[in-house]
C-alpha cells in the first residue's frame, strides 16, 4: 500500500495527458500510486496510459468500459485508491519535480487531463 494516492480522472485527454502524468511523476516524493481512470476515450489516451503504467509501476491504468460520467469517474477513483492519505482537489496546476511546488503530494487527488 503505497502512502499517497493521486487520482487522475481522463477523458479524450491525450493532447495534455503527457503532460499532467509527467508533471506528477517528477515529483522528488516518490511514495505515491497515481491512478488514472480513462472515461472510455476514443482518442489515444489509452495507449499513453498504458504505455506509462508500463514503464513506472507507481502508474495503475483503469479503463472504463462506457462513459459513467465525470462525477461518477473521480468517485471511482477514490474507491480505487487503497491509499492511507486521499484528499481531493480538481485541476491542479502541473506539478513540478522541484523548487516552490516540490511538496509531497498529500493535497491532490483528483486533476481532471481533458474534458468531458
Known sequence: ?????IGLP???GANFLAAAIDSILAQSYA?????I????STD???EICRAYAQRDRRVRYVRQ??????ANNHNLLVRMSDSTDRRGRDA???LR???RHDRPLRRVLACDAGKE
Open 92 to 94: 491542479p496546476p502541473l
Open 37 to 40: 481512470s480513462d472515461n472510455a
Open 97 to 99: 519535480g522541484k523548487g
Open 44 to 46: 489515444n489516451t489509452e
Open 10 to 12: 481522463v477523458y479524450n
Open 65 to 70: 468500459p462506457t462513459n459513467v460520467g465525470a
Open 31 to 35: 511514495d505515491f500510486e497515481l491512478v
Open 1 to 5: 500500500m503505497k502512502k499517497i494516492a
